[in-house]
């Protein structure tokens, strides 16, 4: 496994990369679990709870995500060609970051519960459905691969002060 370079939004190339829209997985194969278990390693570094892969270069649609909290056993999940439908009317609102967006964090609203659809790590195909946290991460890393990213949801005003803070902080790091 190795730790792979995030790509964030105050790099032009990055933000050319991470507007791309991610293409299908062909089969889970042990390249693609390679890329997974990288890309896990990554998430748990930088630290994060979710990572797709096109943050990490690869604009395939892969995700990977853990949301067990600290001092709680890990609980990795791989999602590969996630497909997600029937999101609920109601709504769920929820201070979101990224790793592509460091440093930031701001209020973005999705449907409370939406179901999905996908191959885990085995490449067996899976169907359930998500709420709270769960929900949100699936959500916003599944912007990811439409070229996404969380602050396209807020208002110019406040991406365009995302947009400055994460490069002040690059600028002084």
Same mark, same amino acid.
């Given at each position: 496994?190795?730790i792979r370079?995030i790509?964030t939004?105050?790099s032009?190339a990055?933000?050319?990369?991470l507007?791309k829209?991610?293409?299908?997985?062909?089969a889970?194969?042990d390249?693609l679990?390679?890329?997974m278990?990288?890309m896990l390693?990554?998430?748990?570094? *930088?630290p994060?709870? =979710? %990572?797709?892969a096109?943050? !990490?270069g690869?604009?395939?649609?892969?995700?990977?995500?853990?949301l067990?909290r600290?001092g +709680?056993?890990p609980a990795p999940?791989?999602? !590969?060609?996630?497909? %997600?439908f029937?999101?609920?009317e +109601? %709504?769920?609102?929820y201070?979101? =970051?990224?790793?592509?967006v460091? &440093?930031?964090y701001d209020?973005?609203e999705r449907p409370?519960r939406?179901k999905l659809?996908y191959?885990?790590?085995?490449g &067996?195909?899976?169907e359930?459905e998500?709420?709270g %946290?769960?929900?949100v991460?699936?959500?916003?890393?599944?912007d990811h691969? &439409?070229? !996404?990213?969380f602050i396209?949801?807020l208002?110019?005003?406040?991406?365009?002060? *995302?947009? *400055?803070? !994460?490069?002040? *902080?690059r600028?002084?790091?």
């Open positions: 496994m190795a370079r790509l939004i105050d032009p990055d933000l050319a990369t507007k829209i991610s293409t299908p997985v062909e889970v194969t390249d679990r390679t890329l278990d990288d390693e990554t998430m748990y570094d *930088a994060g709870i =979710g %990572l797709a096109v943050q !990490v690869e604009p395939v649609r892969v995700i990977v995500m853990d067990a600290e +709680e056993e999940r791989f999602f !590969v060609n996630p497909e %997600l029937d999101p609920s +109601e %709504l769920f609102v201070e979101e =970051g990224c790793l592509s460091p &440093e930031y209020a973005v409370a939406i659809r191959l885990n790590y085995q &067996e195909q899976v359930e998500a709420e %946290l769960f929900s991460c699936i959500q916003h890393e599944m691969l &439409e070229g !996404v990213l396209d949801h208002s110019r005003l406040r991406r365009d002060r *995302a947009m *400055a803070k !994460v490069k002040k *902080a600028r002084a790091a």
